[in-house]
């Protein structure tokens, strides 16, 4: 069962999708987030982890479900990261963000 969320993705240009590997794709609750929310013109950050299991999609499933957004680069964190963790997820939003 999901539970609402009143939060909805109107009022940000931004929008974090991040999601673990559920058997190779993304996390149902975060697919059906997705489905409930036109994203049309808004930047998609897609951000994933997983501890080595194979992707199947993940990221095109996100491209699936918002296909009139702007796709950014999507970041994969293994396990917990490791102590580049900080310097990598810099490195993606100075990728994604800067102009």
Not at 13 to 37: E, H, M, Q, R, Y
């Amino acid at each position: 069962m999901l539970f609402p969320v009143d939060e909805n993705a109107d009022k940000y240009d931004v929008i974090f999708v991040g999601s673990p590997n559920w058997c190779g794709t993304i996390a149902p609750p975060v697919a059906s987030w997705l489905g409930a929310n036109d994203l049309t013109g808004k930047t998609v950050l897609p951000f994933f982890s997983h501890c080595g299991g194979e992707d199947h999609g993940m990221e095109q499933a996100v491209r699936d479900l918002c296909p009139a957004a702007k796709m950014g680069s999507s970041l994969y964190v293994l396990e917990n990261g490791s102590e580049d963790l900080h310097d990598m997820i810099q490195t993606w939003l100075k990728q994604n963000l800067e102009k």
